[in-house]
């Protein structure tokens, strides 16, 4: 069960899914819709362009942050490419 109470695939059996406000399930092997493919879409770009912020972020203000860890005898942090 997920956090927020629905059913996971996993959960159910058959290869279906339950919707947490639905009172059906959905084939877990169907097509995604047309409408999940734009939000996908729509979603991938906005990330793209808050991590390319952040990636902003992180250059122009990680040496004045590593300056107040270096004044509190704290090690300095390093931005990182690294995908977790």
Same mark, same amino acid.
């Given at each position: 069960?997920?956090?927020?109470?629905?059913?996971?695939?996993?959960?159910?059996?058959?290869?279906?899914?339950?919707?947490?406000?639905?009172?059906?399930?959905?084939?877990?092997?169907?097509?995604?819709?047309?409408?999940?493919?734009?939000?996908? =879409?729509?979603?991938?770009?906005?990330?793209?362009?808050? !991590? +390319?912020?952040? /990636?902003? %972020?992180? =250059?122009?203000?990680?040496?004045?942050?590593?300056?107040? !860890? +270096?004044?509190? /005898?704290? %090690?300095?942090?390093?931005?990182?490419?690294?995908?977790?």
């Amino acid at each position: 069960m997920s956090a927020d109470g629905g059913r996971l695939a996993s959960d159910t059996g058959g290869g279906r899914f339950c919707v947490p406000g639905f009172s059906h399930s959905f084939p877990a092997d169907a097509r995604p819709t047309d409408q999940s493919y734009l939000v996908f =879409k729509d979603l991938s770009a906005t990330l793209v362009a808050q !991590l +390319a912020k952040l /990636g902003a %972020a992180l =250059k122009s203000g990680l040496p004045a942050f590593n300056k107040l !860890l +270096a004044d509190r /005898g704290l %090690a300095p942090e390093e931005a990182s490419d690294e995908k977790r």
